[in-house]
Structure formats: C-alpha cells, structure tokens
C-alpha cells in the first residue's frame, strides 16, 4: 500500500464539504403573505398527468417514475398539445402578477399603518405598563 489511509477514508474526506452561511448572515424571513410564484406549462402538464398515470398504474408509488414518465410524455408532445397547458400557465402568470402589484402596494402602506397603532397609547399608559411589569411598588423608601 502507498499511502496510510484505505480509499474509503480519503473518499470520505474528499466529499465532506464546508458549507459556509451566505453572504450577509441569516437569510431574511420569508413572508407568509407572499403571493407563490406561478407553475410553468409543464407543471400545469404534469398536474394531469399524476391523475391519468396513477389510474393507469395504481400500485405504482414511485415518484421517481411518475416524474420521468412524465417528463417523456412532456418532449414527446407537439407545440400545439402542449398549447392548453402553455395557456393555462400564461393565466397563472397574469393573476401571479397582479396579485404581486397588490401585495407591494400593501408592503408600501404597510409601515406607515402600524406606526399609527403604536402611538395611540399615551406616554402615561406606556409607563403604568412599564411599572406593573417590574412588580415595584411606586413607593420607594430612602433611608
């Protein structure tokens, strides 16, 4: 043997990789409200495709399978089979689009809203709350 380690322990240190966090730390958090991003033709193809392919393969429960047949079917498609679904996803895109202008417009107004709601309390509501929270009475004794 020439060197000291078997292959399967240099083949284990070469594949252990150091992942490093992103630039700029933590990444931000994704909002929930956020409209999702539109499915592709081929998507909106394969949403049928699942349907049709489990009934005609019922104790198939591969992914893997129902992906690459659909896949197949999918290249094996002319343009204009595959227009339905090119229309379904265009549809999807011009909603998804919409729904995006409106939830930017709503993330502008946003700030200025909870702001407001802040600054209904007066100064003396915040510091009776303040008070109660530290359990102190208000009279302190200075001996």
Do not use: C, I
Not at 97 to 123: F, I, Q, R, T
């Amino acid at each position: 043997m020439k060197g000291d380690k078997s292959k399967t322990e240099t083949r284990s240190t070469k594949l252990s990789v150091n992942k490093k966090p992103a630039k700029g730390g933590k990444a931000a958090a994704k909002d929930p409200n956020k409209p999702k991003r539109p499915s592709s033709a081929f998507f909106v193809f394969m949403e049928d495709f699942r349907q049709t392919f489990k009934e005609e393969h019922p104790k198939n429960k591969s992914v893997a399978a129902v992906g690459k047949a659909g896949g197949e079917k999918w290249k094996s498609l002319s343009v204009s089979e595959k227009a339905p679904y090119v229309a379904k996803a265009d549809k999807r895109k011009v909603e998804y689009e919409k729904n995006m202008k409106a939830y930017n417009k709503k993330l502008e107004e946003g700030p200025k809203e909870e702001e407001e709601e802040e600054s209904d309390k007066s100064v003396s509501e915040v510091n009776d709350e303040d008070d109660a929270e530290d359990g102190s009475d208000e009279e302190e004794d200075d001996d």
